[in-house]
């Protein structure tokens, strides 16, 4: 008994690094973009496009678009695929894989911006996710935060 658990145990170990994931949860993202000093009305929309994308995993690699991180940022313009930083956020996209998810937090900003300065409003528009899931009241999102 107490070594059948001990294999779960360190089976259990094994799996969750080979699969390097962090759930942060809806606080826990509402807080990281209140401390970058995003606008608070932005703030439930961001938690909910982090849901709608990843899951709120800040390990998240979609294999088929190459998107990375919490907020599925494409290595298409934002951030070069690797560990050399380049593209729009001047980024590695590997660097997006972290538990810290500030620099995720500073290129999200910067492809709003972006975003909004080629005529598409809000700046949302740049996930796919945000029309159909976040464009509505997001409140919820960062409700007993
Ligand atoms: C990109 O970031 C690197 C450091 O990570 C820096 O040395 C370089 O000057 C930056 N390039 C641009 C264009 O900002």
């Known amino acids: 008994m107490l070594i ?5 145990a360190v089976l259990v170990v094994i799996l969750s690094e ?3 994931s ?4 809806k606080c826990e993202v509402a807080r990281a973009l209140w ?3 995003v606008p608070d009305w932005e703030v439930p929309t961001w938690v909910c496009i982090a849901n709608a994308e990843s899951r709120f995993d800040t390990y998240a690699v979609n294999r088929n678009t190459w998107d990375y991180g ?10 070069q695929s690797g ?3 380049g593209k729009g956020c001047n980024l590695s996209c590997n660097s997006l894989l972290h538990d ?3 620099t995720d937090i500073d290129c999200v900003r910067k492809v709003y911006a972006e975003t909004e300065a080629m005529g598409q409003r809000p700046g949302f528009k ?3 996710t945000w029309q159909p899931h976040c464009s509505g009241d997001n409140w919820h999102w960062v409700q007993g935060c």
């Open 22 to 25: 962090k759930i942060m949860d």
């Open 35 to 37: 401390q970058k000093g």
């Open 100 to 102: 810290d998810i500030s």
């Open 4 to 8: 059948k658990a001990t294999i779960v």
């Open 18 to 20: 080979l699969s390097e």
């Open 83 to 85: 560990d050399t930083p």
């Open 126 to 128: 740049a996930w796919t």
């Open 70 to 79: 919490i907020f599925q940022i494409s290595s298409l313009w934002w951030c």
